[in-house]
């Protein structure tokens, strides 16, 4: 294994501050200031670096870069729109939809792109998948962005997978916002680590 022998320390503690600093920002909350498409490149290669068992790296991604951010969002809002029965349609969640592509930067749509190795299991893919998004959102924090990853909306419903060209054993993993914000804000975390660990 590639060991760090010098500065060990300084290593965990950048990592530990980035790590510690992500928060999620509301799309509505970005300031509509415009992320360079190199850095955005570059947290696409980090994701690449996630664990993958079986080689499968099964991590696509889709990028809306500035205005076609604008326009996935509309998209997105039709897809709302046109998917859901007049009783149950609500403007609000429509227009927020729309909104949510007006102060972001870049959307990321992460894709669990199945692949054939049966012996991984599909949770698996997920898992990788989702360990690909968080060095997405790491990467984000530590190039002072602001990040989102949402499931909020059609995320998880057939019209977005149709519309992706999706095959019925992909996912959408989630869709990321990303921009920049002045919004400080503090991390909550609901439940104690002493509930969550036990050490044997
Ligand atoms: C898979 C996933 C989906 C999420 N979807 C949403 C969402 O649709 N809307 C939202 O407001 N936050 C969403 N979040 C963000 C969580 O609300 C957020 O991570 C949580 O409140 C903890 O805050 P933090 O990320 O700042 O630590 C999602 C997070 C994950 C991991």
New binding site residues.
């Given amino acids: 294994m590639n060991s760090f022998n010098k500065d060990d320390n300084n290593y965990f503690s950048i990592l530990s501050k980035i790590i510690h600093q992500?928060?999620?920002v509301?799309p509505g909350l970005m300031n509509g200031g415009q992320i360079p498409d190199e850095q955005v490149n570059e947290l696409l290669h980090l994701a690449d670096w996630a664990p993958t068992h079986g080689n499968t790296e099964p991590w696509r991604f889709i990028v809306y870069a500035h205005d076609s951010a604008k326009e996935f969002s509309r998209q997105h809002a039709e897809l709302y729109k046109n998917n859901t029965l007049p009783e149950k349609f609500l403007t609000d969640k429509y227009e927020k939809l729309i909104s949510n592509g007006d102060k972001a930067s870049h959307i990321i749509v992460a894709i669990m792109q199945r692949g054939n190795l049966s012996k991984v299991p599909v949770i698996e893919e997920i898992a990788a998948t989702a360990a690909a998004v968080q060095h997405i959102l790491l990467g984000a924090t530590a190039l002072g962005i602001a990040s989102?990853?949402?499931?909020?909306g059609m995320t998880h419903h057939k019209a977005m997978k149709d519309f992706f060209q999706l095959r019925e054993e992909d996912i959408v993993m989630?869709i990321i916002y990303l921009g920049y914000s002045e919004k400080e804000?503090s991390?909550r975390r609901a439940t104690p680590m002493t509930e969550k660990i036990k050490w044997m």
């Fill in positions: 992500r928060r999620s509301k989102m990853w949402s499931t909020g989630g804000l991390g």
